[in-house]
């Protein structure tokens, strides 16, 4: 008898992109077609898995965002509609650059739970605070973002995870790499190897990449 296994990608891998949609929405659907693979790989490294993997796509701010003040006050405003009407009263604080913490945010998080720490609350209920927050991001350089997620995804290759895929470059924003398969993941995010690798190349991402891929 065979048996299937079905892995469960951490939910802030994928719900980060949903809570976004207004700052990224624009990219990606210039960049999509009907398969969600945003069209033909731009910039994937010869010879290395091309992206498969979920999450938002990295693209720069528009209209053009506000300073890092803002920013991160509106992050704050986040974070306290998390702390009460979220119902994750433990909801961490804002790195000082504005970006949410999410290892924090992960410790904090109920593994029996449906992801509301990852969604904006119960009910999505501070979804409007997170999507005025994310108004308000500096801009990003997609190249610079593309080089990051190509090193970071390299490293998990290197460090054992060999399905790894690459990010890729369409419609001018970045289409994250990750698991070859996301609709029906082969890659368990949760697996001692995983966070081994994780662990080990979680300096290749830029600030504010952290959950992308």
């Known amino acids: 008898m065979t048996t299937h296994h ?62 890092k003040g803002a920013f991160y006050d509106a992050q704050m ?15 961490p604080d804002p790195r000082l650059s504005g970006y ?10 109920d593994p029996d739970g449906r992801g509301e720490e990852y969604k904006g609350g119960k009910d999505a209920v501070c979804f409007p605070e997170l999507s005025e927050a994310m108004a308000l991001e500096p801009p990003r350089d997609p190249q610079r973002d593309f080089e990051s997620m190509l090193a970071h995804a390299k490293c998990m290759r290197d460090n054992g995870v060999s399905r790894f895929t690459n990010p890729t470059m369409s419609g001018g924003g970045v289409i994250p790499g990750g698991d070859p398969s996301p609709g029906s993941p082969v890659i368990d ?16 991402l830029l600030e504010g990449l952290d959950g992308m891929q």
Do not use: N
């Not at 719900?15 to 976004?20: D, E, G, I």
């Not at 306290?80 to 979220?86: F, H, Q, S, V, Y």
């Not at 290892?103 to 904090?108: H, L, N």
């Not at 995010?189 to 290749?204: F, L, N, V």
């Open 6 to 67: 079905t892995f469960h990608r951490r939910p802030r891998l994928r719900l980060a992109a949903a809570l976004a949609v207004p700052l990224f929405a624009f990219s990606a659907a210039c960049g999509a077609g009907d398969d969600g693979a945003g069209g033909e790989p731009i910039a994937s490294a010869p010879g290395e898995p091309a992206g498969g993997g979920g999450g938002r796509t990295s693209a720069p701010s528009s209209p053009p965002a506000a300073d």
């Open 77 to 91: 405003t986040y974070v306290e509609c998390m702390r009460t009407k979220g119902g994750v009263k433990d909801f």
């Open 100 to 109: 949410l913490d999410w290892a924090k945010i992960d410790e904090v998080a």
């Open 189 to 204: 995010p949760d697996s001692p190897a995983y966070r081994e690798a994780r662990a080990a190349c979680k300096d290749e």
